[in-house]
Every structure is written in C-alpha cells, then in structure tokens.
C-alpha cells in the first residue's frame, strides 16, 4: 500500500538532530474497537491531548506501552494460548502474553471496556462496578493480574484479533513495536472517553474519518491511516474479524521530500 502524499508528519514530530544511535523500540498494544452500525463497521478514536510526548493532538486508536504489571503469569485465560499468539506476532510467548495483557488493560484504561468474563464462555456486560479498579489500574496501583484475581475473572484473548505490527521509524527520540489488535465491543458495554490522555472520544465509520483527515480536521500518523483505509473495505464487523491476516513487522523510514517530512514504506520507491 502506498501513503497519500498529503500524509505528512508535523516538523515537531522530527528531532533537528536524529539520534545516534537510534532509540531502542518499546513493546506496545494498540486495540481498535469495533461495533456495527447503520452503514458499515464503526472505529473508537480518540485525539490525543496535545503536548503529549508522543502523537500528542494526533486522532488514534485506544493503546500503551507494556509494562512490568502485564508480565504477570497467574492469570484466567480463555482464548488462543500466548504460544498461537507468538506464533502470529513473531515474538517469544512471555512478550506474548505480556502484549495480549496490555492490549486488554489499555482498552479498560482508555475506553472502558473490559475483555473479560466470569467464566471463559462469559463476558461481563456492565463495567461500572469496576469504576475504583480502573482508576488503580490508571495510577499503576494494581496490576491486571490483581484485578481479575480478585474478581474472579477470566481474561478472554479470543475476542482479540491479531491484525498488524508497526515499528516507530529510527529517526525518531520515542519509539514503539506496536501490535495492533482488533475487537468488536462485547453487547451491553460501552466505550468511553474518561481518560486523561484523550481530549474528545467518538465513534465514527473509518471511510468517514478519513474524510475529515483530507479536509484537515484532524491528523493521523500512517499506522492509524493504513488501519482505516483497511477497514474501510470491510462491510461489517464479522468481516474484520474472520479476515485471515499475515503479520508482517512494517518498519517505515521517516524523509525531507517536496518541503515535508513524510513516511515512506518498504515496498515505495524511495526518491529522497
């Protein structure tokens, strides 16, 4: 796939001088929430509060780094064993895990919305009275591991879909191996915006944000722009989730082309 050429990246978002030598990537979760709506699959984006140190004021998906809180062992799980999904990222089973845990962390965290169940066959339908675990699992009080511990939860990895992996280019100072994961919104829960990394949070058709990205209402960095125009064939969430996907890890190079700092991918013809 190729990038549009207005797909350009703030100057800010580009060090004067590179580092040298480059920033060692930190391991990342990245969740696209899904749900149907009247015309199509709809996407949970949330613009980024500016001044953040990384994507700062940039329309994204719910997501974090992992931790040392995801790398807990005793854990519920229901779903694809950390082997399927090293296996899909290509990665040891220990990040695995680790990525599978943040993945659902980050989306109770950023979106409150809680992949996980009473039993490996259930989902919890109201997250609500899991309001003060939140706020702990925000501050960094308690880990994931804890929290379904003490509610006797099941952590259900089989509503995630693994779907792609994108590496931070060299060029810039904060850099990320984010696995990207996608899900459909388990029935009676909700997505919210209550987190302080996001300034709005809103649910829209992915065909529909780029739209408002051409007109410049609102910026996406390439990950985010190459995950909507994908999504945006698909006519209905089952569609996203049964797609049969290879992962391939993407590590774009950031170049000075035609006055503007843009991303170009491995399979573009480099003219810098």
């Not at 994204?60 to 807990?72: H, I, M, N, T």
């Not at 590496?167 to 459909?184: C, H, I, K, M, S």
């Amino acid at each position: 796939m190729r990038l549009p050429p207005e797909l350009t990246l703030p100057d800010s978002m580009v060090p004067a001088e590179p580092p040298d030598p480059p920033a060692t990537p930190r391991d990342a979760a990245t969740v696209v929430l899904l749900r149907d709506g009247p015309h199509g699959p709809e996407v949970f984006l949330q613009r980024r509060v500016r001044g953040m140190p990384f994507a700062g004021g940039m329309t994204a998906f719910p997501g974090g780094g992992v931790d040392e809180r995801d790398e807990q062992t005793r854990i519920a799980w229901a779903g694809p064993p950390p082997s399927w999904w090293a296996t899909r990222f290509g990665c040891g089973e220990e990040l695995a895990r680790a990525l599978v845990c943040a993945a659902v962390r980050e989306t109770f965290e950023e979106a409150g919305v809680l992949l996980a169940g009473t039993a490996p066959d259930v989902v919890v339908t109201e997250t609500g009275r899991y309001a003060a675990e939140r706020r702990a699992l925000v501050a960094k009080e308690i880990s994931l591991a804890e929290m379904l511990d003490e509610h006797e939860l099941v952590l259900r990895a089989d509503l995630l879909r693994p779907w792609s992996n994108w590496v931070t280019p060299a060029l810039e100072p904060r850099r990320y191996d984010t696995r990207f994961f996608v899900t459909a919104v388990p029935e009676g829960q909700r997505a919210d915006g209550f987190t302080g990394e996001a300034a709005e949070a809103y649910w829209s058709r992915p065909s529909t944000v780029l739209e408002t990205w051409r007109s410049g209402e609102c910026g996406l960095l390439p990950p985010t722009w190459v995950t909507l125009t994908e999504l945006a064939a698909c006519s209905e969430v089952t569609e996203v989730l049964n797609s049969d996907r290879e992962i391939d890890k993407t590590i774009p190079r950031i170049v000075h082309r035609d006055g503007a700092w843009r991303v170009v991918l491995a399979d573009e013809h480099d003219r810098s």
